[in-house]
Every structure is written in C-alpha cells, then in structure tokens.
C-alpha cells in the first residue's frame, strides 16, 4: 500500500509537468511559422496586421537574374534561343520595348506585399494593466484580511469573509459587463478619458483578484499560534506591533503565494478586460486612453484568423505563456527562497 501510494503521487507530479511541457510544444509548433518569419523582432514591432510592400530591390534583383544563355527581344517580338549565340552577348534590338518590361517589373514588384505583425503593443498593455491592478489590489487585500483576522470580531468576520469568497467566485464576465456599462463611466467622469480605457481595465482586474488575495491572506494570518501573539501582548506590544513584528513574519510566505497566484490571474485574464480595455493597437499616452493586452487580441481574432496570421497568434500566446512563467517563477523563488 505505501508503494503504491508513492507512485501515485509520483504520477501526479509528472502528470502536470508533462500537461506543461505539452502545452509549450504546441505552442512552439503553431509559432514557429510566424518565428521564422519575423524572429526576435516581433516582440518590439508594434505594427499588427499591417499591409507593407515587399522590398522592391530583392524583386528587381531576382527578376534580373537572367542567364545570358536564354533569350533576346527584337524588333519581331520573337524570342530566340541563346544557346548557340556567344554566352557573353545579350542584344536587345528595341529599347522601347526593354523599357516597357522592365516597366511592368516595376509596377508588379511594388504591388506585392506582406502582411507585418508585432506583439509590442498588447505586451505592453499587457503588463501594465497587471502592474495597475496589482498597485490597487495589493493594500486593499492587506486591509481586508488584518481586518478579518485580527480587528473583526466573529460575528461579523464570518459573514464578510464568506462574501469575499463568493466575489471570488463571480464569472469575470460579469465583471465585464459591470466595468463597461457602469465602472467605466463612473471612472471616466472622476479622471477623463473614455469609459474604455487602460486604468478601467487595471481596476477592474484589481477587482478581480482583491477576493483571491484577501481569503488566501487571512487563510495565512490565521495559521499564526495564539501563544506568539499572547506573548507579545504580554511584553507590551500594540496590537499593529503584533501584526507588524509577530503576524507578518510567521504569515510571509501565504501572504506572498497569495500575490503570486493574483499576478498569474491578472496577467491572464481575458474576458472583462476585453470589455474594458478597448481593443485598439495603439500605445496609451496616459492611464486614460485605451490600448490592448495579449488574452485579449488572442479572443477578438483567433475564430476568424488563418494562415500566418493564426501563427502570430501562436506565437503571441507563447510570449504570454513565457512572460507568466518567469515572472511568477522569479517571484516564487526570489521571496519564497530559504533565507540560511
């Protein structure tokens, strides 16, 4: 029996880290069209579908790269074989009609083009409406669970703490829906702007993930043993001395797992900010106008995109799903870390 319960749990381990290993490939295969075709550059170009036409010398230079062994124009129009001509001769007989090609080459080379996609724009949005989310939601969660677990009495922690987690348990459309309707506006008449904008959609998502951080919080300041505290109220101590000196400490690394875990929701969050942010492939010049993020560019064009353009945003999700995992690995072992 503990034999098996050991494979088991190995199982279970190496289940996840063969889903995470997978999830990787796929994106890697499906990107790797688009990674061929722009490289590192896709990451600092903000242009996203945009239309520019093919280098113009490349075309001229292959159209020019005729063998002298094939053919000639003359004044007949007809083609002669060079085969039997001398190999270092090439005579053209009309030059109007040379320049008339050589016309036509031009004008079918400057109406080739390809389509350019870059991902700085939604990066960017990406990140700072995590940073913007992170900056309002963090002390708001502090306050909610030192409130709950050591000022509140009981009576009135239970039922507030049952409501923070049930505000956990609202689908994010709602949020949305709340944001774009009613939120929005109400911010846009306090700071200006639209009711779409890079701050709404930060304090939507800060919204959002103030319940995660609160319970998981209060879950960690909860597990502190009463005797530490009793002791430091019998040294003296104020009550913000024992939360501060004996509460914090002992409660660090909860506290911490509970950001990094609203870092990862935030960072992907999709559907209220897709409702909020304003969809559009332009950076913000203040908190107040609108801009983009990845989830979001990854549901508004995925149904209706093939070709490279599918593999753009493969390769935007694979940025997004690199991002994630640095960031939050460097926030788990740089805070989390055993300090010997």
Avoid: C, H
């Amino acid at each position: 029996m503990e034999s098996l319960f050991k494979k088991i749990a190995s199982m279970s381990a190496t289940t996840i880290l063969l889903i995470l290993s997978s999830i990787f490939i796929v994106l890697f295969i499906y990107a790797k069209p688009a990674i061929m075709e722009y490289g590192i550059k896709f990451v600092t170009d903000p242009r996203w579908g945009v239309e520019v036409p093919i280098n113009q010398d490349n075309v001229k230079q292959n159209t020019q790269n005729v063998l002298p062994s094939q053919t000639v124009v003359n004044d007949d129009e007809d083609v002669i074989n060079m085969d039997d001509e001398d190999e270092d001769t090439v005579v053209v007989n009309d030059d109007e009609d040379n320049v008339a090609v050589n016309d036509e080459v031009d004008e079918s080379a400057s109406a080739k083009t390809k389509t350019i996609y870059g991902g700085l724009v939604p990066i960017v949005g990406t990140i700072l409406s995590t940073i913007i989310a992170l900056f309002f939601a963090v002390p708001i969660a502090m306050g909610i669970a030192i409130f709950l677990s050591e000022i509140a009495p009981e009576f009135i922690a239970k039922p507030v703490g049952i409501a923070i987690e049930l505000l956990a348990a609202i689908p994010s459309i709602i949020y949305g829906m709340w944001g774009l309707f009613y939120f929005g506006p109400f911010i846009s008449n306090i700071f200006g702007g639209g009711s779409v904008s890079l701050l709404v959609a930060g304090l939507v998502l800060a919204i959002m993930i103030v319940p995660f951080m609160a319970s998981l919080t209060r879950d960690s300041m909860n597990t502190t043993p009463a005797v530490l505290k009793e002791s430091a109220y019998a040294m003296g101590a104020t009550k913000f001395e024992v939360i501060k000196d004996v509460v914090f400490p002992y409660a660090k690394k909860g506290i911490i797992g509970s950001m990094i875990l609203a870092l990862g929701r935030a960072l992907g969050e999709t559907m209220a900010v897709a409702f909020v942010i304003g969809g559009v492939f332009t950076f913000p010049k203040s908190i107040t106008d609108p801009t983009v993020s990845i989830p979001v560019v990854l549901a508004n064009s995925f149904a209706e995109s093939n070709g490279i353009s599918l593999n753009a945003l493969f390769y935007l999700a694979l940025v997004l799903f690199i991002i994630s995992f640095f960031v939050i690995s460097f926030a788990k072992f740089y805070f989390l870390r055993d300090k010997k």
